[in-house]
């Protein structure tokens, strides 16, 4: 499964790193220093369930680069949605789920309204995490934990 991350904060960052530790094929979106720091050092995650370190991690600045995703993750600040669904646009394939993993009532029908209810996934996060500088996520606590679905409760392979 092809899997994009837009927004490798503490959120993303964490997430996308145990996905990618599962043997997972990830692409992180990120900017500025922290995408620096990740493509010349890679990604570390301190966690008390378990400490990592990335060497060779596919992040880019640019989706165009990437090609289409089997799943999208966006997590992003809220405020960051409609910026976000803007940069994903390029990764959506005739299957492609995007789910938004942010605090907040309106991402799914942002995700909706810009990608369609073919795509869109509803999705929640359950995490305290933080970029602890570029690089480097910090994991607190025990909690962290994915739920994700369709969003008219069905089944589907892509949720699988």
Known sequence: ???????????????????????????FVARGAHL???????????SALGDMHLRDVQCTENTRDIGHADIVMIAVKLWATDEAIQTAKPLLGKNTGIISFQNGILAEESLIAACSSQHAMGGVANIAALIEEPGVIRHNGNMASLAFGELNNTQSERAQ
């Open 1 to 27: 499964m092809r899997i994009v991350v837009i927004g490798t904060g503490g959120v993303g960052g964490y997430f996308g790193a145990r996905l990618t530790e599962a043997g997972e094929n990830v692409t």
């Open 36 to 46: 620096e720091a990740i493509k010349s050092r890679g990604l570390t995650v301190y």
